[in-house]
């Protein structure tokens, strides 16, 4: 996971919770991790589970 390019949302804010996504070519999917432990889990996305994901945060599917 070393060598992935890891990216944070230009929304992020200075306080550091933040989380970083990152492509994974061979698998055709995503990455993603805790910015503040990027040695820690690493979560693996399906393109089609980025996409569902992505689908869900602009229908407001996770707004509290």
Known sequence: MDNL???RSKW???S???????VLPA?????????KDP???VL???S???R???????AGEFDE
């Open 52 to 58: 569902a994901f992505l689908h869900g945060v602009k």
């Open 48 to 50: 089609a589970e980025w």
């Open 16 to 22: 550091g919770n933040c989380i970083e996504v990152a």
């Open 39 to 41: 040695r820690g889990p």
């Open 5 to 7: 390019e890891w990216r």
């Open 27 to 35: 698998e055709r999917g995503y990455a993603v991790r805790d910015s």
């Open 44 to 46: 693996r996305f399906t």
């Open 12 to 14: 992020s804010g200075g």
